[in-house]
């Protein structure tokens, strides 16, 4: 079983250059996140999608952007990357409803120079 | 926005300690979640609670759902090696929105 697949593992950017961060699963699951993890700081959420063609922004959306076109994708973009964008990204997905258990890719560690 | 206040930051123990952790909110979740993650991992799901005073266990973890539903504790028993990694708590909202803990660092000492 896939689960949630994260690509690129890892990845550095210059500053100002844009890049996509992809993210895939196959438990049919309407809802799909992305989290940025900082030392001390623990998951905060980016972006959220409650079903293909739905998006919300979520406690630290500025500098991304993301779509939702299938209910399998939900890929991340980074405008223009910035070195405060540093950081580990983690996609996950959950049924909506009660109890919905979240579960997350391997996540994908950026570095902006 | 909501936070949640997980304490302690870390923790250093000896194999064979219990162990306790816990969140409080000043929000309501609908389900709480305690999750751990190995140092390269995404985290991973421990136990899940869905009913405030729900007492759940999972071998050595035992979680529980604060009556007001602001707050959850997890324990583990016997602490192993394998224990090492960081936990989480995360609230839920009905339509799956989580809010996570800032973590606790578990350190076990042979």
Request: net charge neutral; with cysteine; aromatic share 10%.
């Amino acid at each position: 079983n896939a689960g949630v697949t994260q690509t690129p593992k890892f990845q550095v950017l210059k500053t100002g250059q844009s890049m996509t961060l992809q993210c895939a699963q196959d438990m049919n699951h309407e809802y799909m996140s992305w989290y940025r993890q900082d030392p001390g700081m623990g998951l905060r959420l980016i972006h959220y999608s409650v079903g293909a063609g739905i998006t919300d922004q979520g406690e630290v959306p500025n500098g991304y952007n993301v779509s939702r076109s299938t209910t399998e994708d939900f890929p991340l973009r980074l405008l223009s990357a910035a070195p405060s964008q540093t950081s580990v990204y983690f996609c996950a997905s959950s049924r909506t409803g009660p109890g919905a258990e979240a579960f997350f890719g391997q996540g994908t560690r950026l570095t902006v120079v | 926005g909501q936070q949640l206040n997980q304490s302690p930051q870390s923790m250093f123990i000896q194999e064979g300690e219990d162990v306790s952790m816990n969140c409080t909110s000043s929000s309501i979740f609908n389900t709480w979640l305690w999750y751990k993650q190995d140092p390269g991992e995404g985290p991973v799901l421990l136990i899940a609670l869905y009913k405030a005073g729900e007492l759940t266990s999972n071998g050595r973890l035992t979680a529980q759902f604060g009556i007001t539903r602001k707050d959850s504790f997890l324990n583990i028993s016997a602490s192993i090696p394998s224990d090492v990694g960081i936990y989480f708590c995360a609230g839920g909202t009905s339509y799956g929105k989580l809010t996570f803990g800032q973590g606790t660092i578990l350190t076990v000492h042979p």
